[in-house]
């Protein structure tokens, strides 16, 4: 822009006494001589290069590989015969337990974590993700036109909390216990601390109020709820409404339509002090989630963990690939490089 | 316009013929009758009245339908602004994508992101063009505002006298009144001249480039009158042709109340933007005004440039439109599928707020709409903005280059087209302007021979190298004074010592703003502060004479006054002669410089010298007398000629010639002679010296300057000058002269036949005072006046034998001049005696007076007089060659461009300066044709192109051998004439016409270089347009003046030369520099290096969306095609704006792959633009694919990293975004070839950007972003170490594959671009050498060797080297000339010396042995064989036909004598 102006100062030459030269300045960024570093891909540089990644990603890749592998991890099928009673949504107060055996044949060692999973839910649906007013979850009563329609019943009392998230809550109850010496010891489970921190003490806060029931008055649960958010966990009131740990990993949407979500933490109490020693296991379970309806299908998983994060061995696999192809290629490119420099001394290039 | 303008006159007419019915019976008798009325058409016809009051009622009438003198060349007003603006702006597609996105938007069950984020980028992009053309349109219109406010004189009617009035208040039917030096407002019907004659000068530089002075007249029947001209009592009405834009046609009548007609055309008319010279008061009336003059309508409106890479990227962006379509209607059918497959609703399925579910279909429909708005992203808007942002650093760069500086006009290059620089790096075509463009438009007078004696004019040549420090240092001139004038350095005449000193102002070619009253300031300017500029005119009118021809016409000075009876008098009368025939042989108007300029009719008053005129009388009565007995002479000029011409061979001859000239040592013999000479005639030195002081201080008091037709006539009266043959006043009667002696001499100019391009030449017919004889003096082209010499066939007498011998002597230095790019122009005399002069006066008379074929008979009886001419000698003039301009050529031409000239002015100039600048070599084959005819044009083109082809298939097989044997043997072939061609503007509109376009360029794509000579503006624009089109070849036209407006803009990159011809050239231009070889760094190095960047960055932009883009859509497969993102919206739309942009800039501005050096040393290099090499198609689809594959493995590692865990949505996006973030910028890392400072700090600067940005925003935003948030998503990923070693091993396997190609292209890869990045590494001197090898390699190569670039001005060099070369012994040289089959032995027997470096001294011999061999086998030139239709005969088109117009059947001439022509001409 700045250039395209000096052609009409081409008509005021009485002022070309007072105009300093135009001549531009010698420096090296305008003369576009800015001391660069040129990188070339010369025949040393390359392989060294190859040949590091290689190196680097097969030791990485090795090393995950080993870690991962020390993750134990069981996965349980839940009941069928609720799941047939939940497939009429008119038996929705029915209550339903069952319970599911299962056996560990080795001791899970370290901190054991119960997740319950869910098959093709698509809680990354566009429409449903949206689904729900954060502004409500702080407590404040604000616009939540985003739930639609699960905001207000035709009545006009707001539904606490709104939207499609929170009425579609995940309202199993596991249990876990340890057939011990025919013995059933039920296993202490954590149902806290299993959410971020940040989403506990920032993201989820009741309204301000005396009491939580006063603070939910005028409104109401999800249709889908049988008991009303202040009831969540009536034992607890740190846990209780808005900053329910189940309620805030639920929210928490998963990223694909297969999931698993943390449920509880096994407390490394008494014989649990170095997580769950092998044996026959019990899960009960009260089925309230119904799954068949979008042909899905509900786990309960535990495992343990390691610095790498769960089971998934991927990673490892993804870097030793990556190192072994790295590698062969530089090999290739030596291969090339060798052959072509005799042939160099019959054509004078 | 046009058609506004009939519908208004058809109006008008109706009007016009309601108010004829009723002002007829009231018989306004000023009016013409009904009967007239009838046959006026008025879609045809302008019908004028004045504006005097006389026709009030018809003037009101008319005036209103004409547009008035405003111009307006602004696209809005205040109020239209807006509206205007925008609506232009939603012609773009990427604005209308934008708008429909935004609407889409704005429906809540495709909504995707806020209405308001999707805003964003249109207002921004809107505002910013709003802006840029708001700035735009207002500089317009100050310029506009500008040029209507200037003032000038319009005749009022009521007050009765000429009234200044503002530009824009002229109005048809105006009375103008113009003044000496004044623009002229609008197109001017002359009516008044304060010339006697009824003549108006018009300098017409603005309109056509042209800088010599046109002769306008006043319409016949008004110039008789003596009194000023009174517009009150004009009652005539002019009816002509209605407003069109040819600027040599007009025509109209004019008709007086008792309707006599009265004729007028082009003659008449004043045209705007002219300037008027020399003419004190001029006055006419307007006829067209404003947008409807012909120089407006000569200018076409701007064109919209894109250029070749937005071409191909909007191109480009329809495939990603395809691409889009495609993505969303695989969305759109997979969610409707998905959808379809519940039997019921599942919980995760929103319904609508009412409850309601989308059928699957409707939700299908629905998601298509989403997914267009989801990825938007990949129709890269922002490509648009960053496009403009680099094409604007670029320019910043390009300007501050300090290399396009031009320091003696104190300017830089001026890019005013800020969107089209990377179109020059890929120029195919370059059209060029001749005159101010590769010349500095200064005729020079350079090198004459007379009488058969060379005089080399060393010291001006000299003088001419060192003018610039000169004009530093006035001592330095003194100093060469000394050393080239030892013998009489004290009383040298002071002719031009004198001149230096005083501050010297350019008159011939006064150079003029387009608007006259900035004139005056501007030749202030140039008086006053830039001395620079205004010493350059002294090149022209300064001549340094010749030290030995300065002797020589003193003696002869000296020896016709003191009578001495030993001195060669054919010598004396020879010089004498010469320099009377430069002084008078001509048009040149004198005036003083004296402002305002007068014209100089009557001599000034000399003071009384020594000498009375009765003396010279005897002089001139003793050299008549000398004349006649000339055998007396012979020996002592025999002996002259011993001291040039030492040797007798050629060859030898021309080398000891100019060796001599060179260097003064060699020159001292015939110094030593020559002081000899001069001791001889010792006795009157004394005498002489008085002469020439009293001439230089008595009779020279006022500066005279020379307005002439063409600069070379005025470079000639300024080199007699010199030699103190002065050329004081002209009229058409009279010329007076000042010869050295310091008298005045007054010739009668009996006639002027002036010149025609048919004739070649020009003659004057003067009485001489003093003798009394009838004198012809002749000028013109070396090959008609050669033939028109009195025959010497017998050679038996002395005189005989002796002009034979300067006839050839002078043909010799002739050919010598034009091989240096000389303009030739032969000087012959004749006299005739009284009764022959009256006989032929007769003729002419009769001629004068015939009504039919006038002109035809004009012409033979010139011909006719101009027959058995005496040679007095030859004239060199150089239009000299701006600095480089040969050296720019050649690395243009090696660079793949192919160069045409399209020029104005005549062809032998345009062919000359082509040869000069090496665009046509000699050795070349030139075609020329002219011809009016359809059939003729094409059949020639038939035939032309018949040979060409002949030519090549000889030649394809060779070429294929080439590859295989080895360079040594290769390089003996003899190298195949390349061809040029010659074609002028008439055959040019017959070829347009015709439609022999086809043809025509069929046969210019074989051609090395094409010239257009004697084309109109709009010619050389439809020739720019044709090739373009046809060719579909980027093209650049580069110009200087306003006849090249319409060809700048016609091209693809419009270049202008600022400085030397008023703005015009300069305001339609894309680019201003100040010279011609600031073109070769402007398309070598800025044109490579702005496409490489921007066709890097075009393609990075496609790659980054796409693959940016395709991780949005790999997810739709996960969630169902419901449009959901994994990725926050305002981390989406900062990856675009902020965390990717600023490294793409920086590259596109930056980066270098090549370094300047390296291109400069290898032009080739420039074949890479040219060919698109970097952004194709296939290219193109590569870097998709390769977007796909990075794209695929972005999204799939981490999803397998995490599937079937707890991630939730933006925890599983953060780390994509990461990966793709690193991966992209990774990916430009990789194609930036040079890191300085500013890449590492925005590469490093980007990623650590996008953390910080992403930890702030996802620690403070809660609830901000409603309904979803990212909160502390960023903190929590950067917590877990699987983060970072997905993000470390991901982009490695993204990149692996390009990398993997990348390292095999450096290593093994042999591309030139390659090589010469490897060059850069290297030490300075390797890297010359290195590139000296490549480019031998690629011309021992490539078919035609490139000339290795030798200016024009060490010609002389040129001859050393031809001494010095051992192949070069005269044995070589007489048997190439003598036979012609041994021309190509020994072109083998040289050409092992040529294998590496061809040598000058190889090249300019072989060029010679061929100029030989055409002179001796003129007869057999390269058509002969072919065409049997051919007359082998030499002739001049215009001797053997005295009506050229005619189809007289096929020529094919040997257009030149010395010069493998093959001139078809008709």
Known sequence: MLVSWSASEGFAPQEAEARPSRCPDNSAFKQQRLPAWKPQLTIATVLSTFFLTGAFCLSVGICLILSANSVREIQVYKCSDCSKLRENSYNWNIECLCSVDFKLKEDMLGDVFMYYGLQNFYQNHRRYVISRSDAQLLGRDVNRSYCAPFTTYNNGTPMAPCGAIANSMFNDTIDLFYNFNSSVIQVPLLKTGNSWWTDKNVKFRNPQSHNLSSAFAGTARPPYWQKPVYLLDEEDERNNGYINDDFIIWMRVSAFATFRNLYRRISRKRHFADGLPAGNYTFHISYNFPVTKFKGKKYVILSTMVWSGGSNPFLGIAYVVCGAAATLTGFIITAIHLKLRKKKTYFQK | MALSVDSALYRWQRLGAISLSQTVPESTPLLFSARDKSKVNFNKWRVVFPNNGRQQRDWDQASRFYSGNKIQTTKYTWFTFLPKNLFEQFHRLANLYFLFLLVVNWFPQIEVFHREITMLPLILVLLASLIKDAIENYRKYRFDKMINSSKTKVYDKKDRAYVEKCWKDVQVGDFVQLQCNETIPADILLLYSSDQNGICHLETANLDGETNLKQRRVVMGFSGQNTLFEPEFFQNTIICEMPNNDLNKFKGYMEKPNNERIGFNIENLLLRGCTIRNTEVAVGIVIYAGHETKAMLNNNGPRYKRSKIERRMNMDIFLCVGLLFAMCLVGAIGHGVWAGSFSEHPPYDVPDENGNFLSPVLAGFYLFLTMIILLQVLIPISLYVSIELVKLGQVFLIHNDIDLYDEEADLPIQCRALNITEDLGQIQYIFSDKTGTLTENKMVFRRCTVDGHEFSHQENAKRLETHKELDLDDADFAKLQHFTLPSMNIERPGTYNQRTMRPLRRCQSARAHFQGHTRNRSLGRRDSNRSQVAFSSTIEKDVTPDSRLLRRVREAALQTENLSPFIHMQTATSLTDF???????????????????????????????????????????????????????????????????????????????????????????????????????????????????????????????????????????????????????????????????????????????????????????????????????????????????????????????????????????????????????????????????????????????????????????????????????????????????????????????????????????????????????????????????????????????????????????????????????????????????????????????????????????????????????????????????????????????????????????????????????????????????????????????????????????????????????????????????????????????????????????????????????????????????????????????????????????????????????????????????????????????????????????????????????????????????????????????????????????????????????????????????????????????????????????????????????????????????????????????????????????????????????????????????????SSAGPFTGHCPLVPSRVTSPGQDSGKPTKYKGEKFNHGSHRRSVSAVTL
């Open chain 2, 579 to 1417: 320099f009377l025939a430069l002084a008078i042989c001509n048009t040149v108007v004198v005036s003083t410089a004296t402002e305002p300029r007068q014209r100089v009719t009557v001599p000034p008053p000399i003071k009384p010298s020594g000498i009375t005129l009765e003396k010279i009388h005897q002089i001139f009565h003793r050299l008549k007398l000398a004349s006649l007995s000339q055998s007396f002479s012979s020996s002592q000029s025999s002996s002259e000629l011993g001291a040039s011409f030492s040797a007798k061979n050629t060859g030898e001859h021309l080398a000891a010639l100019d060796c001599c000239d060179e260097d003064n040592d060699c020159c001292d013999s015939s110094r030593g002679a020559g002081l000899q000479d001069k001791g001889s005639t010792d006795i009157g030195s004394a005498s002489l010296d008085e002469v020439f002081k009293s001439v230089t201080h008595g009779s020279l008091p006022t500066d005279f300057c020379y307005e002439a037709e063409s600069p070379d006539e005025a470079a000639l009266v300024y080199a007699a000058q010199a030699y103190s043959f002065t050329l004081v006043s002209r009229t058409p009667e009279q010329v007076t002269v000042q010869l050295p002696q310091g008298t005045l001499l007054t010739f009668d100019i009996l006639y002027t036949l002036g010149f025609d391009s048919v004739r070649k030449r020009m003659s004057v017919v003067v009485r001489h005072p003093l003798t009394k004889e009838v004198i012809v003096y002749t000028k013109g082209a070396d090959s008609v006046i050669m033939d028109l010499l009195e025959d010497s066939g017998k050679a038996d007498t002395y005189t005989e034998r002796r002009r034979k011998r300067i006839k050839d002597r002078t043909q010799k230095h002739l050919d010598y001049y034009a091989r240096d790019g000389l303009r030739t122009l032969c000087i012959a005399k004749k006299v005739l005696n009284e009764d022959d002069f009256q006989k032929w006066a007769n003729f002419r008379r009769e001629a004068e007076a015939a009504i039919d074929n006038r002109e035809d008979l004009l012409m033979e009886t010139a011909q006719h007089l101009e027959t058995k001419l005496t040679l007095l000698g030859a004239t060199g003039i150089e239009d000299r060659l701006q600095d480089g301009v040969p050296d720019t050529i050649a690395a243009l031409r090696e660079a793949g461009i192919q160069i045409w000239v399209l020029t104005g002015d005549k062809q032998e100039t345009a062919v000359n300066i082509a040869y000069s600048c090496k665009l046509l070599n000699q050795r070349d084959t030139v075609f020329t044709i002219n011809t009016e005819n359809k059939e003729t044009c094409e059949s020639l083109l038939n035939l032309t192109l018949e040979e060409v082809r002949k030519n090549y298939e000889v030649e394809k097989p060779r070429r294929k051998f080439f590859d295989f044997i080895p360079a040594s043997l290769s390089a003996s072939e003899v190298p195949s004439p390349e061809f040029g061609l010659v074609i002028d503007g008439r055959t040019l509109s017959v070829i347009f016409q015709g439609g022999l376009e086809e043809k025509f360029l069929e046969l210019t794509r074989h051609c090395r270089s094409v010239l257009c000579c004697r084309s109109t503006p709009l010619q050389k624009s439809m020739v720019v347009k044709l090739v373009r089109r046809q060719l579909k070849v980027m093209t650049l036209s580069i110009g200087d003046g306003a006849n090249d407006v319409s060809m700048i803009q016609a091209a693809d990159v419009g270049i202008g030369i600022s400085g030397q011809e008023g703005m015009q050239a300069v305001m339609a231009s894309d680019f201003a520099v100040s010279r011609f070889k600031h073109l070769k760094k402007l398309l070598l190095v800025h044109g490579h290096w702005c496409y490489t960047r921007l066709a890097k960055m075009v393609i990075y932009f496609f790659y980054k969306n796409v693959s940016y883009v395709n991780l949005l859509f790999w997810y739709q497969f996960f969630c169902g095609f419901s449009g959901n993102t994994m990725i926050d919206y305002w981390q989406m739309i900062f990856f675009n704006l902020f965390f990717t942009s600023m490294p793409p800039l920086v590259f596109g501005i930056l980066d270098r792959d090549v370094s300047a050096e390296t291109l400069l040393g290898l032009p080739e290099l420039y074949k890479n633009g040219q060919n698109s090499e970097i952004y194709k198609l296939s290219t193109f689809i590569i870097t998709m694919l390769d977007a796909f594959y990075q794209s695929l493995i972005c999204f799939f590692v981490p999803y397998l990293m995490y599937k079937d865990s707890d991630i939730d949505v933006f925890s599983f996006g953060n780390p994509i975004n990461t990966i793709s973030l690193l991966t992209i910028l990774l990916h430009q890392a990789l194609e930036m070839k040079t890191w300085t400072l500013f890449h590492w700090i925005t590469m490093i600067g980007s990623v650590v950007i996008y953390f910080i940005f992403s930890l702030i925003y996802n620690a403070a935003c809660v609830v901000c972003n409603p309904p979803t948030s990212p909160y502390w998503i960023m903190e929590k990923q950067l917590s877990e170490p699987t983060f970072y070693l997905l993000c470390l091993i991901t982009p490695v396997i993204a990149l692996l594959p390009r990398f993997f190609i990348f390292a095999l292209r450096g290593t093994f890869g042999t591309s030139l671009i390659l090589k010469a990045q490897q060059l850069d590494k290297l030490s300075k001197e390797q890297q010359d050498l290195e590139i000296q090898k490549l480019r031998s390699r690629k011309q021992t190569t490539s078919d035609a060797p490139v000339a290795s670039p030798a200016s024009n001005d060490d010609l002389d060099q040129n001859i050393s080297h031809l001494c010095l070369s051992p192949f070069l012994h005269p044995a070589a040289a007489t048997v190439s000339h003598r036979d012609t089959e041994s021309q190509g032995l020994s072109t083998s027997e040289v050409n092992p010396l040529k294998k590496w470096t061809p040598e000058e001294g190889y090249y300019f011999f072989n060029r010679w042995a061929e100029e030989e061999y055409t002179a001796t086998e």
